[in-house]
Protein backbone atom coordinates (compact mmCIF):
# COMPACT_ATOMS: atom_id res chain seq x y z
CA UNK A 1 0.00 0.00 0.00
CA UNK A 2 1.52 3.16 -1.42
CA UNK A 3 0.40 6.46 1.30
CA UNK A 4 0.85 9.98 0.19
CA UNK A 5 3.57 11.34 2.10
CA UNK A 6 1.34 14.82 2.47
CA UNK A 7 -1.40 12.61 4.10
CA UNK A 8 -1.64 12.56 7.79
CA UNK A 9 -3.98 9.83 8.57
CA UNK A 10 -3.14 10.51 12.49
CA UNK A 11 -2.65 13.55 13.79
CA UNK A 12 -1.14 13.87 16.96
CA UNK A 13 1.51 15.92 19.30
CA UNK A 14 -0.83 19.67 18.47
CA UNK A 15 -2.81 21.47 20.64
CA UNK A 16 -5.25 19.36 21.57
CA UNK A 17 -5.71 15.97 22.70
CA UNK A 18 -7.97 13.62 19.51
CA UNK A 19 -9.20 10.58 18.93
CA UNK A 20 -8.66 9.00 15.35
CA UNK A 21 -10.94 5.86 14.40
CA UNK A 22 -8.14 3.69 12.86
CA UNK A 23 -7.90 3.93 9.45
CA UNK A 24 -7.31 0.06 7.64
CA UNK A 25 -7.45 -3.40 8.84
CA UNK A 26 -5.75 -5.38 11.74
CA UNK A 27 -5.20 -8.80 9.47
CA UNK A 28 -4.00 -7.57 6.50
CA UNK A 29 -3.62 -11.27 4.90
CA UNK A 30 -6.18 -12.20 3.12
CA UNK A 31 -8.71 -15.09 4.94
CA UNK A 32 -7.24 -18.23 4.68
CA UNK A 33 -3.85 -17.38 3.58
CA UNK A 34 -1.48 -20.21 5.09
CA UNK A 35 0.40 -19.16 7.79
CA UNK A 36 1.66 -20.74 11.55
CA UNK A 37 -1.33 -18.58 13.35
CA UNK A 38 -4.71 -20.46 13.19
CA UNK A 39 -7.69 -18.79 12.03
CA UNK A 40 -8.99 -18.48 15.18
CA UNK A 41 -6.21 -17.16 17.18
CA UNK A 42 -5.97 -14.56 13.75
CA UNK A 43 -9.67 -13.70 15.34
CA UNK A 44 -8.75 -13.06 18.34
CA UNK A 45 -6.01 -10.67 17.60
CA UNK A 46 -7.81 -8.68 14.90
CA UNK A 47 -10.79 -8.75 18.23
CA UNK A 48 -8.03 -7.68 21.21
CA UNK A 49 -4.92 -6.59 19.45
CA UNK A 50 -2.59 -9.00 20.81
CA UNK A 51 -1.92 -12.86 20.78
CA UNK A 52 -0.20 -14.85 23.60
CA UNK A 53 1.81 -17.85 23.07
CA UNK A 54 2.83 -20.55 25.83
CA UNK A 55 6.18 -21.70 24.16
CA UNK A 56 7.29 -19.65 20.95
CA UNK A 57 10.84 -21.15 22.05
CA UNK A 58 12.09 -24.52 23.67
CA UNK A 59 13.91 -24.29 27.20
CA UNK A 60 17.12 -24.88 25.59
CA UNK A 61 16.87 -22.13 23.22
CA UNK A 62 16.09 -19.77 26.18
CA UNK A 63 19.45 -20.66 27.45
CA UNK A 64 21.12 -19.70 24.70
CA UNK A 65 19.35 -16.29 24.17
CA UNK A 66 19.62 -15.84 27.81
CA UNK A 67 23.69 -16.27 27.89
CA UNK A 68 23.60 -13.74 24.80
CA UNK A 69 22.09 -11.43 26.74
CA UNK A 70 24.15 -11.55 29.38
CA UNK A 71 27.03 -11.40 27.08
CA UNK A 72 26.37 -8.65 25.38
CA UNK A 73 25.27 -6.68 28.32
CA UNK A 74 28.48 -7.57 30.28
CA UNK A 75 30.66 -6.41 27.36
CA UNK A 76 31.94 -2.81 27.93
CA UNK A 77 31.53 -2.17 24.13
CA UNK A 78 28.30 -2.88 24.23
CA UNK A 79 27.68 -0.57 27.13
CA UNK A 80 29.27 2.19 25.90
CA UNK A 81 27.23 2.49 22.51
CA UNK A 82 24.78 4.70 21.95
CA UNK A 83 22.52 1.76 21.44
CA UNK A 84 22.43 0.80 25.05
CA UNK A 85 20.33 2.71 27.32
CA UNK A 86 21.17 3.05 30.95
CA UNK A 87 18.85 2.75 34.30
CA UNK A 88 18.95 5.89 35.69
CA UNK A 89 18.62 4.75 39.58
CA UNK A 90 21.23 1.50 39.34
CA UNK A 91 23.36 2.56 36.68
CA UNK A 92 22.67 -0.75 35.06
CA UNK A 93 21.88 -1.66 31.24
CA UNK A 94 17.80 -1.09 30.65
CA UNK A 95 17.73 -2.08 26.69
CA UNK A 96 19.87 -2.89 24.34
CA UNK A 97 18.49 -1.68 20.38
CA UNK A 98 19.43 -2.85 17.24
CA UNK A 99 20.48 -6.53 18.60
CA UNK A 100 19.30 -8.24 15.32
CA UNK A 101 22.93 -6.02 13.78
CA UNK A 102 24.82 -6.90 16.95
CA UNK A 103 24.34 -10.50 17.30
CA UNK A 104 24.24 -13.45 14.96
CA UNK A 105 22.39 -15.44 17.88
CA UNK A 106 19.90 -12.74 17.97
CA UNK A 107 19.65 -12.24 13.84
CA UNK A 108 18.80 -15.72 14.15
CA UNK A 109 15.38 -15.19 16.01
CA UNK A 110 14.49 -12.18 13.63
CA UNK A 111 14.75 -14.72 10.58
CA UNK A 112 13.16 -17.83 12.72
CA UNK A 113 10.03 -18.77 10.78
CA UNK A 114 8.04 -18.94 14.01
CA UNK A 115 8.59 -15.39 14.47
CA UNK A 116 8.86 -14.00 11.11
CA UNK A 117 6.54 -16.29 9.48
CA UNK A 118 3.94 -14.82 12.09
CA UNK A 119 4.55 -11.52 11.55
CA UNK A 120 4.07 -12.35 7.64
CA UNK A 121 0.80 -13.95 8.03
CA UNK A 122 -0.57 -10.72 10.59
CA UNK A 123 1.03 -7.96 7.34
CA UNK A 124 0.05 -9.66 4.50
CA UNK A 125 3.42 -8.95 2.92
CA UNK A 126 7.16 -8.96 3.46
CA UNK A 127 8.59 -7.37 6.22
CA UNK A 128 11.84 -5.56 7.58
CA UNK A 129 12.61 -4.75 11.12
CA UNK A 130 11.41 -1.62 12.36
CA UNK A 131 13.50 -2.17 15.44
CA UNK A 132 14.56 -4.43 17.56
CA UNK A 133 16.09 -4.27 21.30
CA UNK A 134 16.89 -6.93 24.33
CA UNK A 135 15.40 -5.52 27.82
CA UNK A 136 16.90 -6.12 30.93
CA UNK A 137 14.72 -5.09 33.69
CA UNK A 138 16.49 -6.36 36.64
CA UNK A 139 14.85 -6.70 40.48
CA UNK A 140 15.17 -4.27 42.88
CA UNK A 141 13.77 -0.98 41.25
CA UNK A 142 13.65 -0.81 37.28
CA UNK A 143 11.87 1.16 36.48
CA UNK A 144 8.64 0.85 34.04
CA UNK A 145 6.78 2.56 31.09
CA UNK A 146 4.04 4.87 31.32
CA UNK A 147 1.27 3.46 29.58
CA UNK A 148 1.52 4.61 25.35
CA UNK A 149 0.49 3.55 21.91
CA UNK A 150 3.98 2.34 20.02
CA UNK A 151 2.37 3.46 16.79
CA UNK A 152 1.87 6.88 18.21
CA UNK A 153 5.33 7.55 18.52
CA UNK A 154 6.40 5.74 15.20
CA UNK A 155 3.99 8.06 13.42
CA UNK A 156 5.07 10.67 15.03
CA UNK A 157 8.69 10.48 14.98
CA UNK A 158 9.53 8.14 12.77
CA UNK A 159 7.38 8.67 10.01
CA UNK A 160 5.65 5.33 9.57
CA UNK A 161 2.12 6.42 7.68
CA UNK A 162 -0.25 3.67 8.39
CA UNK A 163 -0.77 0.89 11.30
CA UNK A 164 0.81 -1.98 9.18
CA UNK A 165 3.19 -3.15 12.07
CA UNK A 166 3.43 -5.41 14.27
CA UNK A 167 5.82 -6.31 17.52
CA UNK A 168 6.56 -9.40 19.42
CA UNK A 169 8.06 -9.76 23.14
CA UNK A 170 9.40 -13.16 23.88
CA UNK A 171 10.45 -13.81 27.45
CA UNK A 172 13.84 -15.11 28.62
CA UNK A 173 13.32 -14.68 31.90
CA UNK A 174 9.26 -15.75 33.91
CA UNK A 175 6.77 -12.97 33.93
CA UNK A 176 5.26 -12.79 37.10
CA UNK A 177 2.63 -11.13 37.90
CA UNK A 178 4.51 -9.08 40.60
CA UNK A 179 7.84 -8.08 38.23
CA UNK A 180 6.34 -5.34 36.08
CA UNK A 181 5.16 -7.59 33.64
CA UNK A 182 3.13 -6.11 30.20
CA UNK A 183 -0.04 -4.88 30.49
CA UNK A 184 -2.68 -4.05 27.51
CA UNK A 185 -5.84 -2.74 27.57
CA UNK A 186 -8.39 -5.45 24.99
CA UNK A 187 -9.73 -3.74 21.82
CA UNK A 188 -7.78 -0.04 22.13
CA UNK A 189 -5.69 -0.52 18.96
CA UNK A 190 -8.92 -0.29 17.04
CA UNK A 191 -9.01 3.83 18.54
CA UNK A 192 -5.84 6.10 17.54
CA UNK A 193 -5.22 9.00 20.55
CA UNK A 194 -3.51 11.70 19.17
CA UNK A 195 -1.69 13.12 22.27
CA UNK A 196 -1.32 17.24 22.98
CA UNK A 197 2.31 18.95 23.15
CA UNK A 198 4.40 19.02 20.58
CA UNK A 199 7.82 17.03 20.32
CA UNK A 200 10.78 18.00 21.85
CA UNK A 201 14.13 18.31 20.35
CA UNK A 202 16.20 15.07 20.70
CA UNK A 203 13.19 13.45 22.33
CA UNK A 204 14.46 10.31 22.11
CA UNK A 205 17.00 10.42 24.51
CA UNK A 206 14.59 10.78 27.79
CA UNK A 207 11.58 9.33 26.13
CA UNK A 208 13.97 5.36 25.78
CA UNK A 209 14.43 6.19 29.85
CA UNK A 210 11.21 7.28 30.80
CA UNK A 211 8.20 8.18 28.24
CA UNK A 212 7.25 11.57 28.40
CA UNK A 213 6.14 13.27 25.03
CA UNK A 214 3.03 11.26 23.50
CA UNK A 215 1.32 10.33 26.55
CA UNK A 216 -2.79 10.57 26.65
CA UNK A 217 -4.30 12.15 29.40
CA UNK A 218 -5.29 10.51 32.53
CA UNK A 219 -8.96 10.96 31.85
CA UNK A 220 -8.92 9.31 28.31
CA UNK A 221 -6.55 6.68 29.74
CA UNK A 222 -9.34 6.04 32.28
CA UNK A 223 -12.16 6.21 29.60
CA UNK A 224 -10.38 3.53 27.83
CA UNK A 225 -9.80 1.21 31.01
CA UNK A 226 -13.32 1.67 31.54
CA UNK A 227 -14.12 0.72 28.03
CA UNK A 228 -11.70 -2.23 27.51
CA UNK A 229 -10.25 -3.27 30.54
CA UNK A 230 -6.71 -4.01 31.14
CA UNK A 231 -4.78 -7.85 30.60
CA UNK A 232 -1.10 -8.23 32.60
CA UNK A 233 0.63 -10.87 30.75
CA UNK A 234 2.29 -13.61 32.70
CA UNK A 235 4.08 -16.52 31.56
CA UNK A 236 6.89 -19.15 31.67
CA UNK A 237 10.28 -18.06 29.70
CA UNK A 238 9.93 -18.81 26.33
CA UNK A 239 6.37 -17.61 26.21
CA UNK A 240 5.92 -14.82 23.79
CA UNK A 241 3.21 -11.93 23.36
CA UNK A 242 2.05 -10.40 19.88
CA UNK A 243 0.53 -7.16 20.02
CA UNK A 244 -0.54 -4.93 17.43
CA UNK A 245 1.36 -1.32 16.60
CA UNK A 246 -1.55 0.68 18.16
CA UNK A 247 -2.69 -1.16 20.95
CA UNK A 248 -2.84 0.74 24.30
CA UNK A 249 -0.18 -0.75 26.74
CA UNK A 250 2.21 -0.22 29.72
CA UNK A 251 4.55 -1.96 32.42
CA UNK A 252 5.28 -0.95 36.14
CA UNK A 253 8.69 -0.65 37.74
CA UNK A 254 10.33 -4.01 38.90
CA UNK A 255 10.41 -4.11 43.06
CA UNK A 256 11.18 -7.78 43.09
CA UNK A 257 14.04 -9.23 43.16
CA UNK A 258 13.45 -10.87 39.47
CA UNK A 259 15.02 -9.45 36.56
CA UNK A 260 12.12 -9.29 33.86
CA UNK A 261 14.39 -9.43 30.58
CA UNK A 262 12.90 -10.19 27.17
CA UNK A 263 13.70 -9.76 23.35
CA UNK A 264 11.46 -7.35 21.43
CA UNK A 265 11.12 -7.36 17.89
CA UNK A 266 8.95 -4.82 15.78
CA UNK A 267 8.23 -5.81 12.21
CA UNK A 268 6.93 -3.42 9.99
CA UNK A 269 5.85 -4.40 6.16
CA UNK A 270 7.88 -3.08 3.46
CA UNK A 271 4.87 -1.57 1.62
CA UNK A 272 4.66 0.97 4.99
CA UNK A 273 8.00 2.08 5.07
CA UNK A 274 9.06 5.12 6.79
CA UNK A 275 8.65 8.67 6.04
CA UNK A 276 9.90 11.88 7.37
CA UNK A 277 8.17 12.41 10.46
CA UNK A 278 4.65 13.59 10.94
CA UNK A 279 5.25 15.70 14.23
CA UNK A 280 8.87 15.74 14.90
CA UNK A 281 11.75 18.40 14.41
CA UNK A 282 13.90 15.61 13.06
CA UNK A 283 13.69 11.36 12.61
CA UNK A 284 14.72 9.63 15.45
CA UNK A 285 18.06 7.48 14.59
CA UNK A 286 18.23 4.38 12.71
CA UNK A 287 18.88 2.35 15.17
CA UNK A 288 15.52 3.08 17.09
CA UNK A 289 13.52 3.40 13.86
CA UNK A 290 15.15 1.47 10.64
CA UNK A 291 15.76 3.22 7.83
CA UNK A 292 16.87 -0.19 6.22
CA UNK A 293 13.64 -1.68 4.49
CA UNK A 294 15.71 -5.08 3.62
CA UNK A 295 12.90 -7.69 3.94
CA UNK A 296 13.64 -10.47 6.74
CA UNK A 297 14.26 -13.65 4.52
Sequence with gaps: ???????????????????????GPVIWSAPGAPGPIAAKDLQSFEHDGFLAIDQLVTP???????????????????????????EPKTQSVRSVFEVHKLSEVFARLVRDERVVG?????????????QSRINVKPGFGASGFYWHSDFETWHAEDGLPNMRAV???IALTENLDTNGGLMIMPGSHKSFVGCAGETPKDNYKKSLQMQDAGIPSDEVLTAMADRHGIKLFTGKA?????FDCNAM???????TPYARSNVFIVFNSVDNTAQEPFA??????D???ARDFTPVK
Design 167 to 169: SVS
Design 280 to 285: APVRRP
Design 238 to 242: GSATW
Design 60 to 86: DEVAGYRAELDRLVADPLVRADERSII
Design 118 to 130: RARQILGSDVYVH
Design 1 to 23: MTTDVRADLYPSRGAAEMTTPRQ
Design 249 to 255: HGSGDNI
Design 287 to 289: FIG
